[in-house]
């Protein structure tokens, strides 16, 4: 299962909380990160949060930040993404991303997307 599968779509009212999960159990010897993305209708897709393999830290965007935290099982491949006090303007498509964007000996960049789940916030 290299590439990644979401779950967790639903609608909830503003206020509202949600939680995501990504799984992407396929194994590799390359070291890759993490990384939850959006994309509403009409805009770009951006990246909300990321967790880095490398020393563990995060990174949250700056529109989420406060709200959603990101959190790995690595026992079970999985990735979380617990979203709290949710607006409309979180309405979009998720996408978990598993990838690298650095090079080393025997491994290149890459990333595997999943195919997306949809988040939907009422006011």
């Known amino acids: 299962q290299v590439q990644p599968v979401e779950s967790g779509r639903g609608s909830v009212q503003t206020g509202g909380s949600l939680r995501l999960s990504c799984v992407a159990s396929?194994?590799?010897?390359?070291?890759?990160?993490m990384s939850w993305y959006r994309q509403a209708p009409g805009k770009e897709r951006e990246e909300i949060a990321t967790i880095y393999t490398g020393d563990g830290s995060t990174y949250y965007a700056d529109s989420v930040k406060g709200r959603f935290t990101v959190s790995q099982d690595n026992a079970k491949n999985t990735m979380y993404l617990q979203m709290n006090n949710l607006k409309p303007e979180d309405t979009a498509m998720y996408y978990c991303k598993r990838g690298r964007s650095w090079s080393s000996p025997g491994c290149p960049p890459f990333a595997y997307w999943g195919q997306g789940t949809q988040v939907t916030v009422s006011s």
């Open positions: 396929g194994y590799t010897s390359c070291s890759y990160d």
